[in-house]
Nanobody, 125 residues
Framework: QVQLVESGGGLVQAGGSLRLSCQAS????????MGWFRQAPGKEREVVAA????????YFADSVKGRFTISRDNAKNTVYLQMNSLKPEDTAVYYC??????????????????WGKGTLVTVSL
């Protein structure tokens, strides 16, 4: 099975930057599509960004376009989410997820095969 562990969350001031990492193990990392999702209390979990098996970016949520960047390093079994110009509304638990199949992320697809436990990002005013 695939295990995913997120790191890099924390408290940051509005306008600041943060870089999240997701370390994968237990599978062939390069065979998985990877995504970052987030969920704030009382709100639906939403897809933030997704990346293909070889590093092509396949989705960005409208709310983060121009501010966030997703990337992966298959040699390190790691996917990243670089978050710039953070806003208080970005506050959420951020989850890393993996899937062996291509998905329509524009539909806010949530049925990924594997999930991490999440890392909390808090953006202060």
């Amino acid at each position: 099975q695939v295990q995913l562990v997120e790191s890099g969350g924390g408290l940051v001031q509005a306008g600041g930057s943060l870089r999240l990492s997701c370390q994968a193990s237990g599978g062939t990392f390069s065979s998985y599509y990877m995504g970052w999702f987030r969920q704030a209390p009382g709100k639906e979990r939403e897809v933030v960004a997704a990346i293909g098996r070889s590093g092509a970016i396949i989705y960005f949520a409208d709310s983060v376009k121009g501010r966030f960047t997703i990337s992966r390093d298959n040699a390190k079994n790691t996917v990243y989410l670089q978050m710039n110009s953070l806003k208080p509304e970005d506050t959420a638990v951020y989850y890393c997820a993996a899937d062996r199949s291509y998905r329509d992320f524009s539909s806010n697809f949530h049925g990924m095969d594997y999930w991490g436990k999440g890392t909390l990002v808090t953006v202060s005013l």
